[in-house]
């Protein structure tokens, strides 16, 4: 949730009884500290109040909690050091990258310490040849493609948030972003890691080659949301850019129209490398945020976009066109120049933060439903809206099913936010309920806890708790976070869901 109250909403955050008295808490601060100062200069360790308030929240800014300490390391070596130290002393622990989920991934554990991975910021290797890049896990996304743009390379996933998000937060929640339709997510990118695991050892898993032997354990991490291990050197896979690259924005007078034209372009088999859609809200936010020139009498918007080698691409956008006229579209617009193209993206990058210019507070979902029926998952969201009073735009990776539906509220109105999570807990009811899944891309975090038994059966829950509890019997790395706790003695360190509060769901 991205809450644009300056802290209004927090109320929503619960505090934690600490399982451990006071005095035992102070001395495990104490010893912990100690700890840290044989690792870290001074000025690397912040434990203020004031100091650790920015690290409060991430961009789900209606929970947040204060971190017991926050420290900085530069190397593989001090994070291991780190976390040994949190093993031996029984310190929950958080690797933080941007602070940017939307789903309360980074949100400091209370009792716990933040490692802040702002300064293994370096790209360590770029193996041209190979197409590999070798990046500490603070290197930010847009980065990468930047120092290899000039060797007309680039890294393929690209989430909206690419220019703050780091890879090592790609990797926790197997991010994705407009163009990962035809190349694939975060894990169809990762080739190998060097971890360091919830009791401080250091270990390689992967390599540089695209089949690794034995098991997958890269594919294990990556999603995993920092609750294996910490990743602290990550290879990539580079990908030439493509010779061709070609857009068409076409309009539509009803968003359920653009819904059944994604099916039309994919079932006339062609593969874009892009399909998006916006819907009437947001394309309101994104023309007052950015001025992307979007048509102003279209209900919805679909970005197409076709890559390859020149001589495909020119055939296979005439298929586009012709399907997408067939389709009902009321106007297309193929972008002439590449600052054109650039403007049709830069609308649909920016719609997420624009739509705090519509409505001074909302929620953004992140569930998926099967592509054939995300007409209908519209029209439910639509009917859902009505219900409850509140008005929710759509913008979303249509060709994934990856729905991104933003509630908006207004949290000075007393109840408007709860109305909001029950809206949205509805939501990602509904995506389990055609066969989709609660989230996409943003991850399970703080905010879908509740949901996980909703998605998945006992077994599945069981797999899930032996695969934590092999990497990570104490259950210190990202405490709290994907996996409702089995402790009944720590039902969750963020305390109920609001919706549970309200009787609403309940805990499992
Ligand atoms: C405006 C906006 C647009 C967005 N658009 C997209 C989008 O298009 N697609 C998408 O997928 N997401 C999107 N996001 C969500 C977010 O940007 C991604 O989830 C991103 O990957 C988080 O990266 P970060 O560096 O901010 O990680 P953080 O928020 O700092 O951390 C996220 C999680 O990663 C873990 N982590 C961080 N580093 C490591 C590490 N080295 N090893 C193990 N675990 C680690 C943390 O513990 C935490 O659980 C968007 C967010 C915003 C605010």
Redesign the pocket.
């Known amino acids: 949730m991205?809450s644009n109250d300056g802290g209004a909403s927090r109320s929503m955050a619960q505090s934690v009884q600490p399982l451990v008295k006071p005095a035992e808490q102070l001395a495990k601060r104490d010893a912990l500290l100690a700890r840290l100062r044989t690792i870290y200069d001074s000025k690397e360790i912040l434990t203020e109040s004031a100091q650790l308030a920015p690290f409060e929240s991430?961009?789900l800014t209606a929970f947040h909690e204060t971190a017991l300490a926050a420290v900085f390391p530069r190397t593989t070596e001090e994070i291991a050091a780190t976390v040994r130290a949190c093993y031996e002393l029984d310190v929950p622990f958080?690797?933080?990258?941007?602070?940017?989920?939307?789903s309360g991934?980074?949100l400091p554990i209370p009792g716990g310490l933040l490692i802040v991975?702002s300064k293994m910021n370096k790209i360590l290797e770029i193996d041209l040849e190979n197409l590999r890049m070798v990046v500490q896990?603070g290197v930010v996304n847009i980065w990468v493609s930047r120092e290899v743009a000039a060797h007309g390379l680039y890294y393929s996933p690209d989430?909206?948030?690419q220019i703050?998000?780091?890879i090592?937060?790609?990797?926790?929640?197997n991010?994705?972003?407009?163009h990962c339709l035809k190349y694939g997510m975060t894990s169809n990118h990762i080739l190998g890691m060097k971890v360091v695991l919830p009791d401080g050892e250091i270990v390689d898993i992967g390599g540089k080659s695209l089949e690794s032997p034995g098991m997958d354990l890269c594919g294990l991490m990556v999603g995993s949301?920092?609750l294996l291990?910490?990743?602290?050197e990550i290879t990539l896979r580079l990908m030439p850019k493509p010779e061709s690259v070609k857009t068409v924005l076409a309009s539509y007078d009803q968003l359920e129209k653009a819904g059944q034209a994604v099916g039309d372009v994919i079932g006339s088999g062609l593969l874009p490398v892009a399909l998006e859609i916006m819907d009437r809200l947001a394309i309101d936010a994104a023309e007052a945020a950015v001025h992307a020139g979007y048509p102003p009498d279209a209900q919805a918007l679909l970005i197409v976009e076709l890559d390859g080698p020149a001589a495909e691409v020119a055939p296979q956008f005439e298929t586009l066109i012709e399907t997408l006229r067939r389709s009902g579209a009321s106007k297309l617009v193929i972008p002439a120049t590449e600052a054109e193209r650039a403007r049709i993206w830069k609308g649909r990058k920016a719609a997420?933060?624009a739509v705090g210019r519509i409505s001074p507070d909302y929620l953004v979902q992140d569930g998926v439903v099967p592509r054939n029926k995300l007409g209908r998952a519209l029209r439910e969201i639509e009917r859902l809206s009505q219900v409850y009073g509140l008005r929710v735009a759509n913008v979303f990776h249509a060709g994934d099913g990856n729905l991104h539906p933003l509630v908006l509220f207004d949290n000075r109105v007393p109840g408007q936010l709860q109305k909001a999570e029950q809206l949205a807990g509805e939501i990602l009811k509904m995506c389990v309920d055609l066969g989709g899944s609660i989230t996409g891309?943003?991850?399970i975090?703080v905010e879908k806890l509740p949901y996980m038994t909703y998605q998945f059966d006992e077994s599945d829950m069981s797999m899930m708790y032996a695969i934590r509890n092999s990497f990570d019997p104490k259950g210190l790395s990202?405490r709290g976070?994907m996996l409702p706790s089995q402790n009944p003695e720590r039902p969750s360190p963020h305390g109920p869901h609001p919706l549970e509060r309200e009787g609403v769901i309940q805990r499992f």
């Open positions: 991205v991430d961009a958080l690797a933080r990258g941007s602070g940017t989920s939307l991934g980074s991975l896990p989430p909206s948030s703050v998000c780091t090592g937060g790609n990797i926790a929640f991010s994705g972003g407009a949301e920092g291990g910490i990743a602290t997420f933060s891309e943003h991850g975090g990202n976070k």
